[in-house]
């Protein structure tokens, strides 16, 4: 039986291998991580991420082929295949800080295999990794390896979270770099096979080591850059009285564009998006290229400036303060049905208010209270560092209350910001909500989610981005 071991048991590691493990009923499949919690997490019946269909799937294989531990040694020294899938986040400090990856956990996961190792053994890199990790990994492997073979895979993941379970059932494609070597090639094939399971042939594409790494950033930075595309004409529709979603769908009728990802909104958020185009950056600069590398961060300065100029329209729409105001976030995760909160655009738009004095009342169907006053006061890049390295217990942000239903943080308010797509902020009763609110009540929607006409016959002063303005707030900028 083949035996296959994960190190790391988060939202890449935990789904991969569930789906592994139900197409693949004759191969083991365990997953380690050194956080105990998280580990009695999976084998509980709340599981540590939120993912739609995944339970069914943990359900299905826990116990029988599946398996959750944290005797990493054990289970690591026994498997055939290794998936790595640990942190990777941007260094806060020393060498190409802000910009660089961090491959501290990836360098101790390698020492560890290196360590424990008594047979030959295929390494697959899962998490994000800037180009030629694989090299490293390589020589930590090879100078510790008392005679026994490592073949070192490329592997990255290209799920996107709330439909992940759906990724890896029917992926685009699967990627698998490898050594051009007949025994680079042989590794290869053998985790080709896994796969082959249930993805079609022609799916499955084969490169070296490098194309592999590199086609993972290039992919997250032509999305990421395509949302920054259409965020920036949004500030040119509001400017002139176009309006960004007739924009966006016209441009998206050409074959060759395409309409996915063209969405105004007031940025993208998650884990990859940021961090690897500052990898980018990074390796540009590190090979002599500043003009590609300067091209890749106006991705980034153009989501910045959109969060930026969605906290100065809702500051300036209100008499140019919002000190003392009550206003309701409505969402805090990056995106729809997710409970993850990494990069969320939430995190700068209140933290924002909160430097203008605002109370800010948050709610959002899948993000815990602990999370998000963790998200508003913990440093850049300190999100991407396992939890029990992250800062302990911290200081509650005053200003804010976490509440568990729109209708109690809208009530009072003076503003609401809707900062999560939901569905369910599609349906609220905003007579009900407009009723219990303060007068001017005003909707910003980040999302572009309800319907501006509606909301105006209500009584709402109403912004969505890249949307011809409310007459209301073409006067108001001026205040400034």
Known sequence: MVKICCLGAGYVGGPTMAMIALK??????????????????????????YEPGLDDVVKQCKGKNLFFSTDLEKHVSEADIIFVSVNTPTKTRGLGAGKAA?????????????????????????????????????????????GINFQILSNPEFLAEGTA????????????????????????????????????????????????????????????????????????????????AEVAYAVGKDTRIGPKFLNSSVGFGGSCFQKDILNLVYICECNGLPEVANYWKQVIK?????????????????????????????????????????????????????????RVSIYDPQVTEDQIQRDLSMNKFDWDHPIHLQPMSPTTVKQVSVVW???????????????????????????????????????????????????????????????????WLKDMPAVA
Request: aromatic share 8%.
């Open 24 to 49: 693949c009923p004759d191969i083991e499949v365990v997953v380690v991580d050194i956080s105990v919690a998280r580990i009695a997490a999976w084998n509980s019946d709340q599981l540590p991420i």
């Open 102 to 146: 961090d491959l501290t956990y990836w360098e101790s996961a390698a020492r560890m295999i290196a360590d424990v190792s008594k047979s030959d053994k295929i390494v697959v890199e899962k998490s994000t990794v800037p180009v030629k990790t694989a090299e490293a990994i390589e020589k930590i492997l090879t100078h510790n390896s008392k």
């Open 165 to 244: 379970i759906e990724d890896l059932l029917q992926p685009d494609r699967v990627l698998i770099g490898g050594r051009e070597t007949p025994e680079g090639q042989k590794a290869i094939q053998t985790l080709k096979s896994v796969y082959a399971h249930w993805v079609p042939e022609d799916r499955i594409l084969t490169t070296n080591l490098w194309s592999a790494e590199l086609s993972k950033l290039a992919a997250n930075a032509f999305l990421a850059q395509r949302i920054s595309s259409v965020n920036a004409m949004s500030a040119l529709c509001e400017a002139t009285g176009a309006d960004v």
């Open 405 to 471: 239903d729109a209708y109690e943080a809208t009530k009072d308010a003076h503003g609401i910001c809707i900062l999560t797509e939901w569905d369910e902020f599609k349906t609220l009763d905003y007579q009900r909500i407009y009723d219990n609110m303060q007068k001017p009540a005003f909707v910003f929607d980040g999302r572009n989610v309800v319907s501006m006409e509606k909301l105006r016959e209500i009584g709402f002063i109403v912004y969505s981005i890249g949307k011809p303005l409310d007459s």
């Open 302 to 358: 153009i989501n910045d400036y959109q969060k930026n100029r969605f906290v100065n329209r809702v500051v300036s729409s209100m008499f140019n303060t919002v000190s003392g105001k009550k206003i309701a976030v409505l969402g805090f995760a990056f995106k729809k049905d997710t409970g993850d909160t990494r990069e969320t655009p939430a995190i700068d738009v209140c933290k924002g208010l909160l430097g203008d004095k605002a």
